[in-house]
């Protein structure tokens, strides 16, 4: 079984006075089968870790580990962590002028599988994926996240997660700009990935309207670049009727 522990992280990202710490010490360990939503506002160093974990080169580790499957993590290149089943749903997803989203797929198909998935087999996946998320075909052919909308950006990333089967998945946001029907569909896919009971889910969000439709096994608190409160579904609940401000005031405990 996958597990990815996270131990005493400690980042850095380069401002213009020079390097600034933003994860101060993060603990965190999620198995394969269940499902982590990290919750915390805007500028805590939410997106920061997804990136560190990644393998973005603009964060710099200045401390702690990371390891799956007792694999160092922070030792591999953005590529390796792909294939090692690392998967990253980016906030603001990045526009690929000139690649496909058929092509795309297909090229991040093949690098984490480490072979080209077979095209008659490949195609049909690929098209019975779009239609579980209520894609239209000729969304296929269009440049990766060129004039998509907010909602095309999401499903894209969804589209990605089920097709690549990663051990452990990351979603950033992933209920940032959506109406109630998107936030419905993208939430299905996650949750259809997630009943394989084959990935280890890190849920990240500010709001916990995503958590109506995607139940965490566990919620963190994350404030000022650390987790400072961990338990069950029912923290969310409280954060919906407390809000951040208790953590962020640092009166916590
Ligand atoms: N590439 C970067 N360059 C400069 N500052 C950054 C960069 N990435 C993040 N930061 C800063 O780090 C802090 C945390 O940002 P972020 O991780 O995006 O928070 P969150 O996702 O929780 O909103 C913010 O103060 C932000 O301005
Ligand atoms: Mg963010």
Do not use: C
């Not at 982590?36 to 401390?63: D, E, Q, R, V, W």
């Not at 002028?97 to 797929?105: E, I, R």
């Amino acid at each position: 079984m996958a597990t990815l522990e996270i131990h005493d992280l400690h980042v850095s990202v380069d401002g213009e006075g020079g390097p600034k710490e933003i994860l101060r010490g993060v603990d965190l360990t999620v198995k394969q089968g269940e499902t982590h939503a990290i919750m915390g506002p805007n500028g805590s160093g939410k997106s920061t870790l997804a990136y560190s974990l990644a393998g973005h080169p603009k964060y710099t580790i200045t401390g702690g580990s990371v390891a799956l499957d007792g694999e160092d993590v922070l030792a591999m290149s953005v590529d390796e962590r792909a294939r090692a089943g690392v998967f990253l749903a980016m906030q603001y997803p990045v526009e690929i002028p000139g690649v496909s989203v058929s092509n795309f797929l297909r090229t991040s198909a093949t690098a984490v599988r480490g072979e080209a998935p077979k095209l008659r087999t490949w195609v049909k996946e690929v098209k019975e994926a779009m239609a579980r998320l209520e894609m239209n075909p000729a969304f296929a052919e269009r440049n990766v996240n060129e004039g998509f909308s907010g909602g095309e950006k999401k499903r894209h990333e969804i589209l990605q997660l089920e097709l690549l089967k990663p051990k452990i998945a990351i979603l950033d946001e992933t209920d940032s700009g959506l109406d109630i029907d998107a936030l419905r569909i993208v939430s299905e896919g996650v949750n259809r990935v997630r009943e394989s009971g084959e990935v280890g889910t890190l849920l990240i969000t500010h709001y916990t309207r995503i958590l109506r439709y995607i139940k965490p096994d566990h919620v963190h608190v994350f404030a000022a670049g650390r987790i400072v409160e961990s338990g069950g579904p029912e923290l969310a609940d409280k954060l919906e009727a407390e809000g951040y401000e208790q953590y962020t005031k640092g009166t916590v405990g």
